[in-house]
């Protein structure tokens, strides 16, 4: 195992403010970008926490509509995107806001299309949009709190539900993972990790010693079978064959004390059709491991890590760099060359989720956006030249928040 190396200055100038979005509270989605207008730009989408509202703001921070009807409790799940009746437009889906928690779909202009209540409560987990039938027509799932796993199709009507035996706070992955044509679902629930197929039944589980905190699926060697890549409690990872069998596992050295949390994996391209594994901890901890497991790199900032990292060429030099927001003091830093520090960024307050990447306006460029506890939304833009490859530029790599590597942009 490689000596960690501790933070150290920036080399870099920090990105340029382009705009910050004050939306009167706290924010702990990560921000979802999708064309929802005509008009130039991608739009933005997040849900303001304790105004239990879902805001979408143009590509230049000002705010387009609010919905806030039928949320009861505070609403701190990411948002999905996805075009679930096939006429080319996007639907935006939310989930959580209350106990029952309240499973939405509303129209690019932000009216409902329709609602469902949840047994159980959303927090942490987040809607995934998928089409696992693999008959071009995506469904919706959820996982609560009560450990009810529920998919939905396309017009809010139920097709099965999942009973599993504890309760689920963690992001599901869906993925084709046994290269059937069908997508498998993957359910982080306590010390297990669940495969369920495309009716909802239990294919296999995984049993670790620690919480398992969140899965992500990709070819890590380029020999085109799908691997399952496991974050869990005290540092550890492992990687999973599609029979969920272990390949092997990572420990981080963690001695107790502190948070050994581990976020979800991100995955990036390692060279030679290989992927690398990017890891973030509740110890102030980002590394990188190879396919086999073994660390490439490991850089220790000591403030905890509270969501999965991001990655893409965010200033067009060629180099993939490695972005995570620290969930005590607002710091959002980002690697290059890994394990050196290119900038720093510092919201106000705490950054809870990951940051996303994205070319907001259409010039090109790679803009960076954050949301913090300090109730704002910050649009970044880093200094360079037009932006590149985005493999992972999202909390679960893709606007429907399927936690599957494809390569490139989404």
Known sequence: MLACLLGGPARARPPALVWKAELGSRLYSAPLVCELLPSPGQEVVVCAAEARQVV??????????????????????????????????????????GSPALLLCLDRAGARRWERRLEGEMDWSAPVIADLEGDGAPEIVVGTTSGQVCCYDGRGERRWQTKLEAGISSLLAVADVDGEGKAEVLVPCGRWLYCLDQAGQVKWRFEAPVSCNGASVGDLEGDGRPDIVLACDEQTVYRLDAAGRMVWAYHGGYAGGGDGWMAAPALAEAGQGR????????????????????????????????????????????????????????????????????????ADFRVVSSPTLADLDGDGRVEVLVTSNDHALYCLRPVGRRGGRLPWPRRAHDNQQTGAWQGGRP
Do not use: H
């Open 275 to 346: 992927l690398e594994i990017i890891l973030g901890d509740g110890n102030g901890t980002l590394r990188g491991l190879d396919d086999r497991g073994r660390e490439r790199w490991c850089y220790q900032f000591g403030r905890p890590i509270g969501d999965p990292p991001t990655a893409g060429d965010v200033d067009g030099d060629g180099r993939l760099e490695v972005l995570a927001g620290f969930d005590d003091d607002g710091t959002v830093l980002c690697l290059e060359e890994r394990p050196a520090v290119d900038w720093q960024f510092r």
């Open 56 to 97: 979408a703001l143009s590509a230049q921070g000002k705010v387009l509509w609010r919905y806030g009807e039928g949320f009861s409790a505070r609403l701190t799940p990411s948002p999905a995107a996805g075009d679930l009746d096939g006429d080319g437009q996007p639907e935006i889906v939310v989930a959580g806001g």
